[in-house]
């Protein structure tokens, strides 16, 4: 919620606690209990999607057919079938349908992207990169994303969470694209009392 052009008009949850803190927090008019709500709302021009995985493909098409632009957090889903749908959905719109891969578009990733590219530090060859945090010890993981039925992966300490933030930005700086092409990758995972260290190493394909 830090966008000049934007403003946050609208939340949905399950839980009237979370709801109702959420509403005093940004100030919101509206709180809704029911996704469908939102995503029909006149007052909403688009909407970030941060439920539990399982549901980002049929929130996400109820989004599209509302006629919102619709940013999914990662993992976008949890099946081929899933991304099929969103994709069916988003096909023949104007609407602009994103997954947030913030990190690559960070402005010290987009800042570090042109030292790469404008040959400072000659071919690469191998790049280490490192992710700390500390969700952990403020418990900002929700329950849901340890569950392999509702997130698809272990949030935490598994490429499909934040190893994304290594292996995204990575291909970003050497001129990969997000995906398609291939890398090897090794990642040590030290988890400690206080905090969660990943060390990824990438090598940019011929």
């Not at 402005?107 to 030292?115: I, N, S, W």
Request: aromatic residues 4%; hydrophobic residues 45%; negative net charge.
């Amino acid at each position: 919620h830090g966008l000049a052009t934007t403003d946050l008009v609208a939340i949905a949850d399950v839980s009237e606690e979370t709801r109702n803190a959420l509403i005093e927090q940004y100030g919101l008019d509206s709180a809704f209990s029911d996704y469908r709500e939102l995503v029909t709302s006149d007052s909403v021009d688009a909407v970030m999607i941060a439920a539990p995985t399982q549901l980002h493909a049929e929130v996400g098409v109820a989004a599209l057919e509302a006629g919102k632009h619709v940013m999914i957090e990662k993992p976008l889903a949890l099946s081929l079938d899933d991304v099929d749908a969103l994709e069916a959905a988003a096909e023949g719109t104007d609407r602009v349908v994103a997954v947030a891969m913030n990190s690559r578009w960070h402005r010290l990733t987009r800042e570090a992207r042109e030292v790469v590219r404008g040959g400072e530090l000659g071919d690469i060859g191998l790049l280490r990169s490192a992710f700390t945090d500390d969700f952990r010890l403020h418990g900002d993981v929700p329950d849901w994303g340890m569950r392999h039925e509702q997130a698809g992966c272990v949030l935490v300490e598994t490429a499909g969470g934040v190893g994304y933030e290594i292996i995204v930005p990575a291909r970003t700086l050497v001129g990969l694209p997000p995906v398609g092409s291939p890398i090897v990758l090794v990642v040590h995972t030290k988890v400690r009392e206080d905090a969660i260290t990943l060390y990824g190493f990438l090598e940019a394909a011929d």
